[in-house]
Every structure is written in structure tokens, then in C-alpha cells.
């Protein structure tokens, strides 16, 4: 019997196989150390998130432009992350009172581990 030849088949319907795998399970939610995670589809914009969240959060915040739109750009991915690590859905109210501190000219942010290491 020839074995390499053998050996070879084997190795191409495992390939073809985890092929096969790998296109059925896009997009689909796994396991992993317990927690179900969802496979990204693609990248979203910050626009677009906040659009997720609210519609009219998202018109307001497309209006912005110059400091007031850094400030608000930087105080939603910050509650971004906070709501993320928490495991928890971003609060709408939240967003709009980002805003409404950017517009004023106001950074308000929690405090994180960071923040108190550099004081």
C-alpha cells in the first residue's frame, strides 16, 4: 500500500472539511471559556454605533464639529468601553448627557484605574 498517497488524501478532506467548518460558523455565537461571544460581521463607525443606540442621540452628535465634537467623541468611547467591560447595554440618556457637557465645553468622566494612578 502506498502510504503517502494515503496520508495525503487524509490531510485534504481535513482541509476540506475545517473549510467547510470554518463558512458555516460565520457569524455564528460560540462558546468561549463559558461566555457566548458573537463573531464580528464588520467594523462599525462611531456614527454608526450611536445610531445603534439612539437615532436622535445620533443626529445631534453628526451636528457637532471643532473641540465640542473631541470631547463628545472622546466621553462616548469611554462610556463605550465602561458599558462593554460591564457587560452591560449603552444608556441612551448617557450618551445625550455627554453631548450636552461636550457643547457646554465640559469633560466629565468617570474616574478609572488610570486616572487615579496619575494624580
Known sequence: MNYPYVFIKIFEKICRLLRQLSQRTRGV?????????????????????????????????AKLSGAPMEIATE??????????????????????????????????FAETSNDLLAA
Open 29 to 61: 455565537k460560540m462558546k468561549v471559556g463559558g461566555q457566548k461571544v458573537a463573531a464580528a460581521a464588520r467594523q462599525i463607525t462611531l456614527q454608526e454605533r450611536i445610531l445603534q443606540i439612539d437615532h436622535i442621540q445620533a443626529r445631534r452628535f
Open 75 to 108: 466621553g462616548i468611547i469611554r462610556h463605550l468601553k465602561a458599558c462593554q467591560k460591564m457587560d452591560v447595554n449603552p444608556d441612551a440618556s448617557a450618551v445625550r448627557e455627554i453631548i450636552d457637557d461636550a457643547l457646554n465645553g465640559r469633560r466629565v
